[in-house]
């Protein structure tokens, strides 16, 4: 049942999906989707201060586009396109930075991350970072304020950037009145970090992700590389130490989930067999989402239609925003 709040989310492109960004962020917004009003939009602008190619920004777009349009998101409730469609947001970012203290930007984790890992290699501290990175926080807020967001469900990496949101908006209206909502964080309670091939949390920086919309083939030869232990099949095994347990458990029904689990436990299933298991779930449930996802990035004509489409909206409600805001803080 939807709650009458209006949900918000970015996918920033930065590459193909994989499996810890569904399960971490995406499944989540595809789930509130179902009942709920909902904004998603593609996070261009956001990837600019990693990527340097427009060539790769653009394809990258149209796959994070072509990955929402096939998920089995509620279209009919959602309101997609891409951000740098709306020139309100970078104008809305401008003035956003004249209410923003710096030591919360010193505080952001991304920029933070930066930092230790500079100290620890001996370089200067701020080395490799620019004004995008640094600012990111600020540009997110002006995305979710912009369109009076009431809910904000991301990945649990990204609360505290919500939380800034919150923070910009209350010094804003602290001067200005009452201008902005309030926006709340949701973060899926047992999403967890996902392990990627070799047990570490999947992620594109450690080259071991599956890729959401990935082939049937590379999906299983990908699944086939899970790194294991030395079990030998009669051993029993501890499915929460398994990689393979911890995927299927997002894509299985409850009383599945219940059946691997003792299938592990009992012994007498290889990691061969388990695995075959999992490629044969996953494929299942994604075979028809993937075919879509195919048909679209053979079709941009459409993905350009839609994400024009939902331009065209957005763009309404944020230049009426804007023009507010522009005349609390100009006059
Ligand atoms: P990557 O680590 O591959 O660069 P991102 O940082 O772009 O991925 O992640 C985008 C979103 O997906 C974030 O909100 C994050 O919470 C979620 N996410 C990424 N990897 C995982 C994972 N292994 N488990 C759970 N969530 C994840
Ligand atoms: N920063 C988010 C990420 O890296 C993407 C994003 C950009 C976003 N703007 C947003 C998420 C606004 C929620 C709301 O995953």
Same mark, same amino acid.
């Given at each position: ?200 949390? /999947? ?6 992700? %599956? ?5 049937? +083939?590379? #999906?299983? *030869? !990908?699944?086939? @590389? ?42 007498? /299933? ?6 075959? %298991? ?5 494929? +299942?449930? #994604?075979? *028809? !989402?993937?075919? @879509? ?39």
């Amino acid at each position: 049942m939807s709650d009458g709040k209006l949900y918000l989310t970015g996918v920033k492109p930065t590459g193909e999906l994989h499996f810890g960004n569904y399960i971490g962020a995406i499944k989540q917004a595809c789930d509130l989707s179902q009942d709920n009003k909902m904004i998603v939009f593609i996070a261009d602008l956001h990837a600019l201060n990693a990527v340097r190619d427009a060539g790769v920004v653009r394809e990258n777009t149209y796959r994070a586009a072509a990955v929402i349009m096939s998920l089995g998101f509620n279209m009919d409730n959602v309101l997609l396109f891409r951000q740098s469609d709306i020139d309100a947001v970078y104008k809305l970012t401008e003035l956003l930075m004249n209410v923003t203290p710096k030591g919360l930007m010193d505080r952001a984790h991304s920029y933070k991350a930066m930092v230790d890992k500079n100290t620890a290699a001996g370089v200067d501290a701020d080395a490799g970072v620019n004004m995008g990175l640094y600012t990111y926080p600020i540009l997110m807020a002006a995305d979710i304020l912009l369109y009076d967001t009431d809910i904000v469900p991301v990945g649990a990496d990204q609360k505290q950037h919500v939380e800034f949101a919150r923070d910009i908006a209350g010094h804003f209206n602290a001067i200005y009145g009452n201008m902005f909502k309030l926006p709340d964080v949701r973060i899926l309670p047992n999403a967890g970090v996902l392990p990627g091939l070799d047990g570490r949390k /999947m992620s594109k920086s450690y080259d071991n992700e %599956i890729a959401l919309m990935a082939p049937q +083939s590379e #999906l299983k *030869k !990908k699944i086939m @590389r899970i790194i294991t232990d030395s079990k030998t099949p009669e051993e029993s095994k501890d499915p929460e130490e398994s990689t393979i347990f911890q995927i299927y458990r997002h894509f299985a029904t409850d009383d599945e989930v219940v059946r691997f689990a003792e299938m592990f436990r009992a012994g007498g /299933m290889g990691y061969g067999t388990a695995k075959t %298991i999992l490629f044969e779930k996953l494929d +299942s449930v #994604l075979a *028809k !989402k993937r075919e @879509r996802y195919e048909y679209l990035m053979t079709h941009r004509d459409e993905i350009d239609a839609a994400l024009a489409h939902g331009a065209e909206i957005a763009r309404k409600i944020a230049d009426k925003k804007i023009a507010k805001i522009m005349k609390a803080m100009l006059g």
